[in-house]
C-alpha cells in the first residue's frame, strides 16, 4: 500500500508539472501582431546575416571554419588553452572571438553604429567591450549567427550594463559570455520567450551571467535547427548542441504572470553545468531537453514549486554530484518534490514502457532532510513509472561517474557557500537585483510573497546604473590607464590584438581577464594554473579529470 500510494503521488506530480507548463489562450489579434513582428524581425536579421557572410567565408580560409551542421563533440575545432582562466567543462576549449576585431559598445541604443546589436551581429571572430553603463532595452531580439565571439560585460564603467526588454539568441558556435545581465521583463502574452537562448550550435561557455524575468525560462541552450536541403517543404534537422558550459551564473525568478516561471532547458553533448543558482523558479531547474551525458555539478536550487532538475530519455546518462537543494517558502513541505534530487524521464513511447537512462547521483545535499542527504537513492531520485518504482531505480543507479570534460569539485556545503560569494555577473559590480537574490537565498526570505513573481514591480524592478566612460584615445577596448600601466600604447589600437607575453591570451583580453598582460608567462595548459584568481572562497576543491578515480571522496 505505500508503494501505491508513493507511486501515486509522484504521478501527481507529474500531472501538476504538465499542467502548470500549459500555455495560456493569446487573444487573435495579439498573436497575428506578434507573428508579423517576428516575419520582420527575421528579414531584418536575415539581411544582417548577409551582409556577415562573406566576413565569415573569409575567416574560413584563415583557419576559423563555420560549422552550422555539428553535431558531435569532435565537429567543432578546439582552442590549445581555456577560454578564459577558470573555464571548465564541456565549452572549457572555445575560442571566442581572440584575435578578431574589437567591438566598443558605447551607447545604450537598440540599433546602430556604437550599439550591443551592431557587435553581435557583425561577422568574423569579434571582441565585444563596453564603454557605456546603464540598460539596453530592446525592441526586438537579438540572434547572434555568425560565430566566434566573446561578450564581457565586467569592461563596463560603475555598475555595469543590463539587456532588458526582448531575448538575445545564440545560433551559432564558439561563444563566449561572461558578466552580462539579461533581464527580459516584459509580459506581453503574445511574446513569450527566454531572456538568453536560442539553437546554439556548440563550443558555448556562459560564465558569471545573470538570466531573470523570463516569460517562458530564463537560460535555455540544448539543440540547434540545422537546415541539410535548404527545402522549406521538409522541417529542419534537430540536432543536439556540444561542448557547452554553463558556469557561475544567477538564473532566477522567472515571470510566472501565465503560470510557466521556468528555470532551464538545457543538455547537449559534452555539456557541464555547474556552480550556477536557480532561484524562485516553479519548475526546470533545469530540465534535460537532450539525450547524452548530462554533468550537473555543485549548483545551489532554491525555492521551486513543482519540479526541480528532471527530463532526458532513455539514452541519457546523468553525473548529479555534490549540488545543494534548499527548498523555500514556495516549495510544498513534506511531499516528495521538496526532496527531489532528480527525476529521470522514460523513453517517449504510446503505450508508456519503462526505458529509463542511468544516473551516478552522489554527494548532493537536501537541507532538512538528513534521510536523502545520507543518502540521495533514499527517496532523492524520484521516477513515475508503470514497474514498482524500486525496481526502476535498481537499473537506472549506477555507482561509477560517467566521464565528462575537466572540472574542479566542492563539497556541497562548500560549493552553497562558493555560489552565493560568486554566481552571477559580479563584475565591475552585482546588482542590487542580485544582490537581493542572494541575501534571499541564505536567509529564505523573499521580499514579495512566497518568492514566486508575476511581474518585476513586485520586486522593486529595474535598478539604475551609473558610471563614467572611461578615456580610450584609440577606441581599441582597452582604457587609457591600464594601457600605460601596462607598458601599452594608448594610441596604438593594434596592440589590443597583440600577445605580449606569449602566454596565448591577447592584450585584450588580459585586460577583461584580469591578468598582466607583461607579466611571467603562465602555461595555461596546466590546468593546476586554471583558475580566475578574482573568485572569492575557491578553497577547498579538487580538480577532477579523472572521474572514475578522483570521485571516491564523494561516495
Same mark, same amino acid.
Given at each position: !500500500?505505500?508503494?501505491?500510494?508513493?507511486?501515486?503521488?509522484?504521478?501527481?506530480?507529474?500531472?501538476?508539472?504538465?499542467?502548470?507548463?500549459?500555455?495560456?489562450?493569446?487573444?487573435?489579434?495579439?498573436?497575428?501582431?506578434?507573428?508579423?513582428?517576428?516575419?520582420?524581425?527575421?528579414?531584418?536579421?536575415?539581411?544582417?546575416?548577409?551582409?556577415?557572410?562573406?566576413?565569415?567565408?573569409?575567416?574560413?580560409?584563415?583557419?576559423?571554419?563555420?560549422?552550422?551542421?555539428?553535431?558531435?563533440?569532435?565537429?567543432?575545432?578546439?582552442?590549445?588553452?581555456?577560454?578564459?582562466?577558470?573555464?571548465?567543462?564541456?565549452?572549457?576549449?572555445?575560442?571566442?572571438?581572440?584575435?578578431?576585431?574589437?567591438?566598443?559598445?558605447?551607447?545604450?541604443?537598440?540599433?546602430?553604429?556604437?550599439?550591443?546589436?551592431?557587435?553581435?551581429?557583425?561577422?568574423?571572430?569579434?571582441?565585444?567591450?563596453?564603454?557605456?553603463?546603464?540598460?539596453?532595452?530592446?525592441?526586438?531580439?537579438?540572434?547572434?549567427?555568425?560565430?566566434?565571439?566573446?561578450?564581457?560585460?565586467?569592461?563596463?564603467?560603475?555598475?555595469?550594463?543590463?539587456?532588458?526588454?526582448?531575448?538575445?539568441?545564440?545560433?551559432?558556435?564558439?561563444?563566449?559570455?561572461?558578466?552580462?545581465?539579461?533581464?527580459?521583463?516584459?509580459?506581453?502574452?503574445?511574446?513569450?520567450?527566454?531572456?538568453?537562448?536560442?539553437?546554439?550550435?556548440?563550443?558555448?561557455?556562459?560564465?558569471?551571467?545573470?538570466?531573470?524575468?523570463?516569460?517562458?525560462?530564463?537560460?535555455?541552450?540544448?539543440?540547434?535547427?540545422?537546415?541539410?536541403?535548404?527545402?522549406?517543404?521538409?522541417?529542419?534537422?534537430?540536432?543536439?548542441?556540444?561542448?557547452?558550459?554553463?558556469?557561475?551564473?544567477?538564473?532566477?525568478?522567472?515571470? #510566472?504572470?501565465? #503560470?510557466?516561471?521556468?528555470?532551464?532547458?538545457?543538455?547537449?553533448?559534452?555539456?557541464?553545468?555547474?556552480?550556477?543558482?536557480?532561484?524562485?523558479?516553479?519548475?526546470? #531547474?533545469?530540465?534535460?531537453?537532450?539525450?547524452?551525458?548530462?554533468?550537473?555539478?555543485?549548483?545551489?536550487?532554491?525555492?521551486?514549486?513543482?519540479?526541480?532538475?528532471?527530463?532526458?530519455?532513455?539514452?541519457?546518462?546523468?553525473?548529479?554530484?555534490? &549540488?545543494?537543494?534548499?527548498?523555500?517558502?514556495?516549495?510544498?513541505?513534506?511531499?516528495?518534490?521538496?526532496?527531489?534530487?532528480?527525476?529521470?524521464?522514460?523513453?517517449?513511447?504510446?503505450?508508456?514502457?519503462?526505458?529509463?537512462?542511468?544516473?551516478?547521483?552522489?554527494? %548532493?545535499?537536501?537541507?532538512? %532532510?538528513?534521510?536523502?542527504?545520507?543518502?540521495?537513492?533514499?527517496?532523492?531520485?524520484?521516477?513515475?513509472?508503470?514497474?514498482?518504482?524500486?525496481?526502476?531505480?535498481?537499473?537506472?543507479?549506477?555507482?561509477?561517474?560517467?566521464?565528462?570534460?575537466?572540472?574542479?569539485?566542492?563539497?556541497?556545503?562548500?560549493?552553497?557557500?562558493?555560489?552565493?560569494?560568486?554566481?552571477?555577473?559580479?563584475?565591475?559590480?552585482?546588482?542590487?537585483?542580485?544582490?537581493?537574490?542572494?541575501? !534571499?537565498?541564505?536567509?529564505?526570505?523573499?521580499?514579495?510573497?512566497?518568492?514566486?513573481?508575476?511581474?518585476?514591480?513586485?520586486?522593486?524592478?529595474?535598478?539604475?546604473?551609473?558610471?563614467?566612460?572611461?578615456?580610450?584615445?584609440? %577606441? *581599441?577596448?582597452?582604457?587609457?590607464?591600464?594601457?600605460?600601466?601596462?607598458?601599452?600604447?594608448?594610441? *596604438?589600437?593594434?596592440?589590443?590584438?597583440?600577445?605580449?607575453?606569449?602566454?596565448?591570451?591577447? &592584450?585584450?583580453?588580459?585586460?577583461?581577464?584580469?591578468?598582466?598582460?607583461?607579466?611571467?608567462?603562465?602555461?595555461?595548459?596546466?590546468?593546476?594554473?586554471?583558475?580566475?584568481?578574482?573568485?572569492?572562497?575557491?578553497?577547498?576543491? %579538487?580538480?577532477?579529470?579523472?572521474?572514475?578515480?578522483?570521485?571516491?571522496?564523494?561516495?
Amino acid at each position: !500500500m505505500k508503494l501505491l500510494r508513493l507511486t501515486v503521488s509522484f504521478s501527481c506530480v507529474g500531472i501538476l508539472a504538465h499542467l502548470c507548463a500549459q500555455y495560456p489562450t493569446v487573444p487573435p489579434e495579439l498573436q497575428r501582431a506578434a507573428d508579423a513582428a517576428r516575419v520582420e524581425s527575421d528579414k531584418r536579421s536575415d539581411e544582417a546575416f548577409q551582409r556577415a557572410l562573406p566576413i565569415i567565408k573569409e575567416w574560413e580560409s584563415r583557419g576559423r571554419p563555420f560549422v552550422p551542421w555539428a553535431s558531435k563533440p569532435d565537429d567543432l575545432p578546439k582552442a590549445k588553452i581555456p577560454a578564459f582562466p577558470g573555464a571548465w567543462g564541456g565549452g572549457m576549449y572555445t575560442m571566442g572571438g581572440r584575435g578578431g576585431r574589437v567591438f566598443v559598445v558605447t551607447n545604450l541604443a537598440d540599433s546602430g553604429p556604437g550599439t550591443f546589436r551592431e557587435a553581435c551581429e557583425a561577422g568574423g571572430p569579434r571582441i565585444v567591450v563596453f564603454n557605456v553603463a546603464g540598460i539596453i532595452r530592446l525592441k526586438d531580439r537579438i540572434r547572434i549567427r555568425a560565430p566566434y565571439i566573446t561578450i564581457d560585460g565586467s569592461s563596463a564603467p560603475g555598475d555595469g550594463i543590463c539587456v532588458a526588454g526582448n531575448t538575445v539568441e545564440i545560433e551559432t558556435h564558439d561563444v563566449v559570455i561572461r558578466h552580462m545581465r539579461f533581464r527580459r521583463g516584459i509580459t506581453n502574452v503574445a511574446d513569450r520567450n527566454d531572456s538568453l537562448g536560442g539553437n546554439p550550435v556548440g563550443n558555448i561557455i556562459i560564465d558569471h551571467v545573470s538570466a531573470t524575468w523570463g516569460l517562458d525560462e530564463n537560460l535555455s541552450m540544448y539543440r540547434h535547427m540545422y537546415d541539410d536541403d535548404g527545402n522549406p517543404q521538409t522541417p529542419p534537422a534537430k540536432l543536439p548542441t556540444v561542448n557547452i558550459t554553463i558556469q557561475n551564473c544567477l538564473i532566477a525568478e522567472a515571470l #510566472n504572470t501565465y #503560470n510557466h516561471a521556468f528555470g532551464s532547458t538545457l543538455g547537449g553533448l559534452n555539456s557541464t553545468f555547474h556552480h550556477n543558482l536557480w532561484a524562485c523558479n516553479t519548475g526546470r #531547474n533545469p530540465s534535460v531537453g537532450m539525450y547524452g551525458d548530462f554533468t550537473f555539478v555543485n549548483n545551489v536550487l532554491f525555492n521551486w514549486r513543482h519540479r526541480t532538475v528532471d527530463g532526458g530519455d532513455h539514452r541519457s546518462w546523468f553525473n548529479i554530484i555534490s &549540488n545543494y537543494y534548499k527548498p523555500g517558502p514556495a516549495t510544498p513541505r513534506g511531499e516528495p518534490i521538496s526532496y527531489r534530487v532528480l527525476k529521470p524521464e522514460s523513453k517517449r513511447a504510446k503505450p508508456p514502457v519503462d526505458e529509463f537512462g542511468v544516473a551516478f547521483v552522489v554527494g %548532493n545535499v537536501v537541507e532538512g %532532510n538528513e534521510r536523502v542527504t545520507r543518502d540521495n537513492w533514499d527517496g532523492g531520485v524520484q521516477v513515475s513509472s508503470i514497474s514498482p518504482p524500486q525496481t526502476v531505480l535498481s537499473k537506472i543507479r549506477t555507482n561509477a561517474p560517467f566521464p565528462h570534460a575537466p572540472l574542479f569539485v566542492h563539497s556541497a556545503y562548500h560549493a552553497f557557500e562558493f555560489v552565493l560569494a560568486n554566481a552571477g555577473a559580479t563584475l565591475p559590480k552585482r546588482d542590487a537585483v542580485d544582490e537581493r537574490i542572494i541575501e !534571499m537565498v541564505r536567509t529564505g526570505q523573499p521580499v514579495f510573497g512566497d518568492g514566486i513573481i508575476t511581474d518585476i514591480s513586485q520586486v522593486g524592478g529595474y535598478p539604475e546604473y551609473k558610471g563614467t566612460p572611461y578615456k580610450d584615445s584609440d %577606441n *581599441d577596448g582597452m582604457p587609457d590607464e591600464w594601457e600605460l600601466a601596462h607598458g601599452l600604447n594608448p594610441h *596604438d589600437p593594434s596592440d589590443a590584438s597583440a600577445d605580449c607575453n606569449g602566454d596565448g591570451y591577447t &592584450n585584450i583580453e588580459s585586460f577583461l581577464w584580469g591578468l598582466d598582460p607583461r607579466g611571467p608567462k603562465v602555461d595555461w595548459t596546466d590546468l593546476r594554473n586554471n583558475f580566475d584568481r578574482r573568485d572569492i572562497n575557491r578553497w577547498p576543491y %579538487n580538480i577532477i579529470t579523472n572521474p572514475l578515480v578522483q570521485y571516491s571522496h564523494c561516495k
